[in-house]
């Protein structure tokens, strides 16, 4: 089953916003509806995609921007982790801090997702992990067919996830990547919430940031 992953970095702090649609059935998932909705969906117009479903690596303020305006474009439910309800409900506060101005409130989720839930979209599957640390509800999507995984903030090309936000852990950030995201295949996509991708083995190999975390005593 081929499928196309389409990465638009968007925002002030150019968050990827991923479209993952099977290029033959053309049903799509929006992974972090991160801002500038027009460019969304436009992008889904382009593939001719229907959007069947919204989620959220989690719920800091610039992977979530676009959540409302998206989710009213295409009726689609919109699911994270439970545990990031509070971040989602200080979208407004958090941006403003940041001086970002935004124009809608963030979208209600429709239900929530639990680690190791298989997550059914057509023909797609996407594994869900629990990876706290940078956030309390941080999810990974891992699609093992395809060997890519959809990683947020916690690992980036030559870098990872902060961890001097509330509600993050540098002791948690490297359980998480150790368990989670460490243990897929050396060849495995990353496709991380800011900058390009990557892959499993290349950090492992070269990223000093990964190995500074994985020698964080905690």
């Given at each position: 089953m081929p499928i196309q992953i389409d990465q638009l970095p968007l925002g002030a702090l150019s968050t990827n916003c991923y479209i993952v649609g099977d290029s033959e059935t053309k049903e799509a998932v929006i992974i972090d509806p991160a801002a500038e909705a027009d460019q969304i969906i436009q992008q889904v117009q382009q593939r001719g995609y229907t959007v069947q479903l919204i989620l959220a690596t989690?719920?800091?303020?610039?992977?979530?921007?676009?959540?409302?305006?998206?989710?009213?474009?295409?009726?689609v439910p919109f699911r994270l982790h439970k545990d990031?309800?509070?971040?989602?409900?200080?979208?407004?506060?958090r941006a403003?801090?940041?001086?970002?101005?935004?124009?809608?409130?963030?979208?209600?989720?429709?239900?929530?997702?639990?680690?190791?839930?298989?997550?059914?979209?057509?023909?797609?599957?996407?594994?869900?992990?629990?990876?706290?640390?940078?956030?309390?509800?941080?999810?990974?999507?891992?699609?093992a067919d395809h060997q890519v995984a959809f990683v947020g903030d916690c690992v980036f090309y030559e870098g990872i996830g902060r961890t001097d936000l509330p509600g993050a852990s540098t002791a948690v950030l490297k359980k998480s990547v150790v368990e989670q995201i460490l243990t897929l295949p050396d060849d495995f996509t990353l496709c991380p919430g800011h900058g390009p991708v990557t892959t499993v083995g290349r950090e492992k190999r070269e990223s000093m940031p990964l190995m500074y975390l994985l020698e964080f005593k905690g």
């Open positions: 989690h719920a800091h303020f610039d992977h979530v921007i676009a959540s409302y305006p998206i989710k009213q474009a295409f009726n990031e309800v509070e971040q989602l409900k200080a979208m407004p506060q403003a801090y940041w001086n970002i101005p935004i124009t809608d409130p963030p979208a209600e989720p429709d239900s929530f997702i639990e680690h190791g839930e298989i997550i059914e979209v057509g023909r797609m599957h996407f594994e869900a992990r629990f990876t706290p640390g940078h956030s309390p509800g941080h999810l990974t999507f891992v699609m």
